[in-house]
Structure formats: structure tokens, C-alpha cells
């Protein structure tokens, strides 16, 4: 199939599957005689594969690894323990995120929570943004 129906048929622009062949996380496919590019099912699967995984939150690095580790799997030489440790560390990943996000909500609730009584004054929410200290620069002065 040719790069418009791999498009089509995955869900994803055709930029998209340029983008994953120059990272190198897409082989680049058999040219037919004319140099269209000529996909197979394999390679709709794999684009399947990389959208969701990205839309899961997973990087493309980490996706090459799992494709690798699927490819020693068909080998019989990877190990569960080594998959479960990509998947775990992932999990660490998205639990600090959370955190993160759990962290800036609650700042932003109270933020919100402060009254506007002066109309002519500035904004309270822009102001304490404005008036807190950077995460950034706090880390640096440390």
C-alpha cells in the first residue's frame, strides 16, 4: 500500500509516517518500480502500535524499546522481568506527573479562591503569579 491508504488506514498524517521513518522507528519500506513507497500490514500495525502508544503517553524511545523487546520476544530472548521494568518505570513517570498536576490544581484553586473586591487593582491571580518565586530560579539559588 502506498503512504496515503498507511495514512488513511492508521489514523495518523502522512507527515506523521515521514517523521516516524527519519526517526528511524519505522523502517523505511521496499520502493516499488516507479519509488512509491509500498507499506504491508506489518507496517500498518506498527504505525497502529506507535499512535497509540504515544497517545498512551509513551515516548517514541520507549516505544522502539518495546518494539525491540517484541522482536527478541519472537527470539525467545528477552525476559517478562525485562519488559515489566520499561512498564514500571513508565508507571513512576506518570504517577510523578500526576502528583505534579495534582500539586499545580491546588495552587490554582487557591488562586482562584481570592476575591476581586478593587476593580481598579490588578488581578490577584496575577499578581501572586506574578510576585511567586520560579520553581527554576528557587532550584538554582540552592
Known amino acids: 500500500m502506498r503512504i496515503a491508504e498507511l495514512s488513511r488506514r492508521a489514523g495518523v498524517k502522512v507527515s506523521t509516517i515521514r517523521y516516524y521513518e527519519r526517526c528511524s522507528v519505522l523502517p523505511e519500506p521496499d ?72 500539586r499545580t490544581r491546588a495552587a490554582v484553586q487557591s488562586l482562584l479562591a481570592v476575591e476581586c473586591i478593587d476593580p481598579d487593582a490588578p488581578c490577584p491571580v496575577v499578581s501572586a503569579l506574578a510576585d511567586a518565586p520560579s520553581s527554576a530560579r528557587a532550584n538554582r539559588s540552592a
Open 31 to 102: 520502493r516499488t518500480g516507479t519509488g512509491y513507497r509500498d507499506y504491508d500490514e506489518e507496517s500498518l500495525r506498527y504505525v497502529r502500535f506507535l499512535r497509540r502508544g504515544q497517545e498512551l503517553g509513551f515516548t517514541l524511545a520507549e516505544l522502539a524499546e518495546f518494539a525491540g523487546y517484541s522482536a527478541q520476544a519472537r527470539r525467545g530472548t528477552v525476559s517478562r522481568a525485562d519488559v515489566a521494568a520499561v512498564a514500571e518505570a513508565k508507571l513512576r513517570d506518570l504517577d510523578s506527573r500526576i502528583d505534579d498536576l495534582r
